[in-house]
């Protein structure tokens, strides 16, 4: 990718963030799924280090996936469509500060038009970065994207919620003291509820963004652009729902040695022009059939 689709892809995608509409952002987990969303018409793509991690065979969490492997993965993910893409790079794959900057400065390179980087340590007795320490990383990563040679958005995220320390005071701290330190969009997983939701997006001036199919609670687009979020993203949702009709469909197979599930599933014909359409007219991809 040259320097030039790198500016178009950097300045696409933070003019997204600065519309009248909730930018949605679908979670694609290999080359395939990311030629599928674009092809539905999403304006951006964000990576999953889940959905990596379970397409190589691994569980989730405690950095299960190194960084070469994440930025092989997401460089992927970048060459696949030409949609700008934001990647998950987890908490920058080490602690300091310097470690948080040269991720960004690599993730960089591959042509990203954004990344965010969390304050979890994957350490069990001490799951979340002391605050300062916290603080000084996003300094860090946004100061290693203001250097990269076209604009890049910065995610900061605070894992308190979702990392077993529900404290919602200090989450807003660190979100607001993530944005003073130049992040461009902010992020806390796991957050309760509405209200809980709303604080968060009055706490900040800058985009806030909230994880689809998270914990009990469900909202509609049209109710969390009232809320005040900003963009959404699918997260893992995505990857766990096609998870759970695979395993749905062998049970079937396995258990009752029938084959029902193909009843309503997409044809060869209709994968093709989904993952690599070859006609004008989208509006002939139906549903049925083998």
Not at 144 to 164: C, V
Not at 268 to 289: F, K, Q, Y
Request: proline residues 5%.
């Amino acid at each position: 990718m040259d320097d030039t689709e790198r500016v178009r892809r950097g300045e696409r995608f933070g003019h997204l963030h600065s519309g009248d509409e909730t930018l949605v952002l679908p979670n694609p987990w290999d080359i395939g799924t990311a030629r599928l969303f674009a092809n539905l018409g999403f304006q951006g793509l964000a990576t999953t280090s889940a959905g990596l991690a379970f397409s190589l065979g691994r569980r989730d969490g405690d950095a299960a996936v190194n960084r070469d492997e994440t930025l092989e993965h997401v460089r992927t993910i970048v060459e696949a469509t030409p949609l700008p893409v934001t990647a998950d790079l987890e908490n920058g794959f080490g602690e300091s500060p310097e470690t948080v900057a040269e991720t960004v400065r690599l993730a960089g390179e591959i042509g990203l038009a954004g990344a965010s980087i969390e304050d979890a340590t994957y350490r069990p007795d001490h799951p979340i970065v002391a605050r300062e320490l916290a603080i000084e990383r996003v300094q860090a990563a946004v100061e290693a994207a203001r250097a990269l040679p076209y604009p890049f958005t910065l995610t900061a995220r605070s894992e308190n919620f979702i990392r077993g320390r529900p404290d919602l005071d200090d989450t807003l701290s660190r979100l607001q003291a993530f944005e003073a330190a130049g992040a461009d969009v902010l992020y806390a997983p796991g957050l309760p509820d509405e209200s809980a939701l709303r604080l968060a997006c009055r706490s900040v001036t800058k985009p806030f963004n909230y994880v689809a199919g998270f914990g009990p609670a469900r909202f509609t687009l049209t109710e969390l652009k009232e809320f005040g979020v900003r963009r959404v993203s699918i997260g893992t949702s995505f990857c766990r729902a096609a998870l759970t009709a695979v395993v749905r469909a062998a049970r079937e197979v396995l258990d009752q040695g029938s084959f029902n599930y193909v009843d309503g599933i997409y044809t060869m014909a209709d994968c093709n022009e989904l993952i690599d359409p070859r006609t004008a007219d989208r509006s002939s991809v139906t549903h049925t059939g083998l």
